[in-house]
């Protein structure tokens, strides 16, 4: 079992450019989770999955971000014209949600997005 | 809304001394799941421990927490802190609602453990 995976590790933007981040969930996991980690704002709830739908957007900024999970194995998280503000660590995580809420995350090691 | 409070950002301590990083929850639904996860330098978070009911105490790697619905709490505790302890540490919340299982993460501590 690989874990999580998430590509690239690192990206390096310019402002108004566009980036995106990918990430394999664990095989069998049929939740996806995206969080953005920061130092000054920890982890922030972005966006999740469940067996492919989307099902909560609600820490998304609305205007720029989008995130996608087209098949069971892989999902992505675009950032349009990204701002140095967006600079920050993206992690995905997956679950198996089996059972109601208490379902352990398994992140990946995060992709590190520097916007200059 | 549903959020989570660590009244510590940073915690310093002595190896051999006792650890208590404090945790409070909000949520208006009765039966929320606990959490504390843990993450070292350069990796990313893992689960440490977990827990919903009420008034158990529940203990891995040498951690334990008690969840107390009367105070929405969920203190993380550990008798003797070893080096290896130092870490991020976050406590999160999944409201265990009939709609989104987000999980509500607080904003996280930082343990060193000084030799």
């Known amino acids: 079992n690989a874990g999580v995976i998430q590509t690239p590790r690192h990206k390096v933007t310019g402002k108004g450019q566009e980036a995106t981040l990918w990430c394999e969930p664990i095989?069998?996991?049929?939740?996806v989770f995206w969080y953005r980690q920061t130092i000054v704002q920890g982890l922030e709830f972005l966006t999740y999955f469940r067996n492919q739908a989307p099902i909560d957007d609600s820490g998304m900024p609305k205007e720029r971000f989008s995130a996608q999970m087209p098949n069971q194995s892989h999902s992505t998280l675009k950032i349009q014209s990204t701002q140095p503000q967006d600079s920050a660590v993206y992690l995905c995580?997956?679950?198996?949600?089996?059972?109601?809420?208490?379902?352990?995350?398994?992140f990946g090691s995060g992709t590190r997005l520097t916007v200059l | 809304g549903d959020s989570v409070t660590q009244t510590e950002g940073l915690v310093t301590l002595t190896e051999g001394l006792p650890v208590m990083l404090n945790c409070t929850y909000q949520?208006?639904?009765?039966?929320?799941?606990l959490f504390w996860y843990v993450q070292h330098l350069n990796e990313s978070p893992r689960l440490l421990l977990k827990s919903f009911t009420d008034n158990k105490r529940t203990e891995h790697q040498g951690f334990h927490a008690t969840l107390h619905k009367s105070s929405s709490s969920f203190h993380l505790q550990k008798s003797s802190a070893q080096l290896s302890d130092s870490a991020l540490y976050y406590c999160a919340l999944s409201p265990a609602s009939s709609g989104s299982w987000q999980l509500i993460f607080g904003s996280g501590t930082q343990l060193t453990v000084m030799p």
């Open positions: 995580a997956s679950s198996r949600l089996g059972g109601r809420g208490a379902e352990t995350l398994y």
């Open positions: 095989s069998g996991h049929s939740a």
């Open positions: 949520t208006i639904y009765s039966n929320p799941f």
